[in-house]
């Protein structure tokens, strides 16, 4: 059970590098930003790291996740990055790695964004292989677009 988790973890942070084509400013804005996993126990910031990549950063994560965390080898789950060179394909998708600190593996994952709240990554242990999706929904628009209390 603990794997599966790991693996849903990975898939949703994959799911955060993932968008439609960043032709400009406003497209790149509709990718990076702050992401949540389904469970709302991880949430990830998407930024931009260089030679047109996307990488993802935990910036928040439940008691629970931390815990999952240390148990799988990695100490400090905040602040670590788990989406590394994802690149945007001709396909409109995001590719690149993700890392499970649950598992301590990294794996390889596409991220897409059928929308502007809405990211749907995928996480495998090979190519098309052994896959796992995970729909992740955007924290940092959610929260501006919320009425005060």
Not at 60 to 89: C, T
Request: net charge positive; hydrophobic share 45%.
């Amino acid at each position: 059970m603990r794997s599966v988790k790991a693996v849903l973890i990975v898939l949703g942070v994959l799911a955060g590098l993932s968008t439609a084509l960043p032709a400009s400013a406003e497209d790149e804005a509709f990718t990076y930003g702050v992401w949540r996993n389904p469970k709302n126990s991880v949430h990830v910031e998407i930024k931009p790291c260089g030679g047109g990549r996307a990488c993802g950063y935990v910036v928040w994560a439940s008691a629970e996740a931390q815990a999952d965390a240390r148990k799988g080898g990695s100490a400090n789950l905040v602040g670590m990055q788990i989406l590394r060179d994802f690149k945007l394909e001709k396909s409109g998708s995001w590719r690149g790695k993700v890392f499970v600190p649950d598992l301590n593996m990294t794996l390889s994952g596409t991220a897409d964004f059928p929308d502007a709240m809405t990211m749907k990554a995928k996480g495998c242990l090979l190519p098309n292989f052994l896959c796992k999706s995970q729909t992740w929904k955007r924290v940092d628009i959610a929260a501006a677009n919320t009425p005060a209390s």
